[in-house]
Nanobody, 133 residues
Framework: QVLLVETGGGLVQSGDSLSLSCAAS????????MSWYRQAPGKEREMVAH???????IYADFVKGRFDISRDHAKNMLYLQMNRLESEDTAVYYC???????????????????????????WGQGTQVTVSS
């Protein structure tokens, strides 16, 4: 299981910057990819940015070079730097992780970890970003 906790949301003005953070815990060695999603009132949840070894970094078209996703593997953190914010960016922002289960055992080389089981996904509780025009 992977637990995700987002921080950094708030109220800003149009044109301002804001940085979101997501702390991951649990089976973090078995995380294969992480993403930021957002959901505005009355709208469906949509992908903002994604990063993984298999697919690299992907941004939604509406980002238009304004946002930057990054990850600190050592600290189990995911970040989203948002610049030139617009009122249309107002939404609840969610951290998302694709992962499998983590198993631990012993092998010829000592302690071993293995990722097993079907692909799974975890969501954070979300953090509100409000951009006033």
């Amino acid at each position: 299981q992977v637990l995700l906790v987002e921080t950094g949301g708030g109220l800003v003005q149009s044109g301002d910057s804001l940085s979101l953070s997501c702390a991951a815990s649990g089976d973090t060695p078995c995380i294969s990819g992480m993403s930021w999603y957002r959901q505005a009132p009355g709208k469906e949840r949509e992908m903002v940015a994604h990063m993984s070894n298999s697919r690299g970094i992907i941004y939604a078209d509406f980002v238009k070079g304004r946002f930057d996703i990054s990850r600190d593997h050592a600290k189990n953190m995911l970040y989203l730097q948002m610049n030139r914010l617009e009122s249309e960016d107002t939404a609840v922002y969610y951290c998302h992780a694709d992962h499998r289960k983590l198993g631990r055992g012993s092998g010829s080389a000592g302690s071993e970890t293995i990722c097993y089981g079907p692909p799974d996904a975890s969501w954070g509780q979300g953090t509100q970003v409000t951009v006033s025009s």
